[in-house]
């Protein structure tokens, strides 16, 4: 098994920046896919990008391609999620998830372990 634990939202004005992190307990950390999702009150959770177990293969949703970036570092079994630009329509609460068959990468009901989730408010 393994616990995730995320933190770094917050309060952002729009067009600025946030970094979540997101740290998993385990020494197996780097067999997992990792995955950021997002739920908005109200909304069904969001697909937002995924990684592979090695950070070699990642794959963004087209809301957030090309202003969010996800990075993992296996040594301190953390993935990161980097938000560039951001706009009012990216407030939600972000979680991260891990996944051991990474073809599910953008189904959140294959994810097996999630993190408590770290709030992200964009004011405009």
């Known amino acids: 098994q393994v616990q995730l634990v995320e933190s770094g939202g917050g309060l952002v004005q729009a067009g600025g920046s946030l970094r979540v992190s997101c740290v998993a307990s385990?020494?197996?950390?780097?067999?997992?896919?990792m995955g950021w999702f997002r739920q908005a009150p109200g909304k069904e959770r969001e697909f937002v990008g995924a990684?592979?177990?090695?950070?070699?293969?990642?794959y963004y949703s087209d809301s957030v391609k090309g202003r969010f970036t996800i990075s993992r570092d296996n040594a301190k079994n953390t993935v990161y999620l980097q938000m560039n630009s951001l706009k009012p329509e990216d407030t939600a609460v972000y979680y991260c998830?891990?996944?051991?068959?990474?073809?599910?990468?953008?189904?959140?009901?294959?994810?097996?372990?999630w993190g408590q989730g770290t709030q992200v408010t964009v004011s405009s």
């Open positions: 990684t592979a177990r090695d950070g070699s293969i990642t």
């Open positions: 998830g891990a996944l051991n068959n990474f073809y599910y990468y953008s189904d959140y009901e294959k994810y097996p372990y």
């Open positions: 385990g020494r197996t950390f780097s067999s997992y896919g």
